[in-house]
């Protein structure tokens, strides 16, 4: 990448303030930026980094009032013209060209459409069936009956298991796993466990992208559900027969129970969860580290949740029902000692 200050700000349909000849080579936040870099003011809260900044240019709001050390790039959206900068320069890295790599294995009845790449120590068993232009980078295992749509890429190590169902343009990262068992048991009279067969599958929709070691598990029966455009952080556990719906976004280390039904687009925040069988309306928020152990309408934002003995949990959870009325009380009750103290009652 190398590009001048006026020309980012042409490219991101921007208006420069300083010396737009500099040199722009790179991107990176205000206080890494170094000579060269590009970066960007998303907060007044960092005011303070703009002000030490080393960067060559930086994005920010038209609307912004303040100082800063080098020149500057009136947007709309600093963030959307920092991604428009950034697919524009991103190094372009070589694609794996199209075929079989001589160490993969495929099951003779294997269905390839055209233009796919099966790469190294891909294994590929019967009745697999890849649609036209996607890419399984190397040591993915795709399980007896997997459906793979168009242009969709599997990064190494990604394993999908036996029935399941992949959209088109959807990205699965290093590591994941699709369709290994939910977690179902029976607790026997003599205390041990008999595993319930988990027979249904895992389907996912189009334009998807699943991040690394993700853990989707197929349903108990019928199917687990990842709509299209849902986008799902690194390190995630989405349990047997959960639906996520269109467009919902849940960032990493959330564990997401059986049964759960997520509308669209909904958001949820990292280090969340719910507990099972639970609906989560549409466009619904869920803040980090929150757990929803109730359904949660459209619209909502819910924060918080501490693990607390079950009885001591419930009271309290019954006492802050209360707290509104306590507070109105309280200042009902300061207000009355405040007049008795005028009044020399007091």
């Not at 390839?112 to 697999?128: F, K, M, Q, R």
């Not at 993915?140 to 793979?148: F, N």
């Amino acid at each position: 990448m190398m590009m001048t200050v006026t020309e980012v700000a042409e490219l991101v349909e921007g208006t420069v303030e300083g010396d737009g000849a500099g040199r722009v080579s790179g991107l990176a936040g205000l206080r890494e930026a170094q000579p060269g870099d590009l970066s960007l003011l998303m907060n007044r809260k960092y005011a303070a980094a703009l002000a030490e900044t080393q960067a060559a240019a930086v994005l920010v709001r038209r609307t912004w009032t303040g100082q800063s050390p080098c020149p500057v790039i009136r947007v709309a959206d600093p963030a959307a013209a920092m991604t428009q900068v950034a697919l524009a320069t991103r190094p372009e890295y070589p694609l794996p060209p199209p075929g079989v790599h001589p160490s993969a294995v495929l099951a003779d009845d294997v269905v390839l459409a055209d233009d796919v790449t099966i790469g190294p120590l891909c294994v590929l068993e019967a009745g697999v069936q890849v649609g036209p232009g996607t890419v399984l980078v190397a040591s993915c295992y795709l399980g007896a009956g997997v459906q793979v749509g168009a242009q969709s890429w599997l990064y190494p190590h990604v394993s999908i298991r036996e029935g399941c169902r992949i959209g088109s343009r959807t990205t699965i990262h290093n590591g994941t796993v699709i369709g290994s068992d939910g977690f179902g048991y029976d607790r026997q009279e003599d205390g041990s466990w008999a595993k319930i067969p988990q027979v249904g599958i895992v389907e996912i929709g189009d334009d998807v992208e699943i991040g690394a070691n993700v853990a989707v598990d197929r349903a108990r029966f019928g199917r687990t559900l990842i709509g299209n455009g849902v986008k799902l952080d690194n390190l995630n556990q989405i349990a047997h027969n959960v639906v996520i719906g269109e467009n919902t976004a849940i960032a990493a280390l959330c564990g997401i129970g059986g049964s759960t039904v997520f509308g669209r687009n909904v958001q949820m925040g990292g280090m969340a969860g719910s507990a099972g069988h639970l609906t989560i309306g549409d466009n619904a928020i869920v803040g980090g580290h929150s757990t929803p152990v109730k359904d949660l309408p459209p619209g909502s934002f819910s924060m918080g949740y501490v693990a607390t003995p079950h009885k001591q949990w419930k009271r309290i959870h019954a006492a802050e029902q209360h707290l509104p009325e306590l507070v109105r009380k309280v200042a009902e009750l300061e207000r009355t000692i405040e007049a008795l103290k005028q009044q020399g009652g007091v």
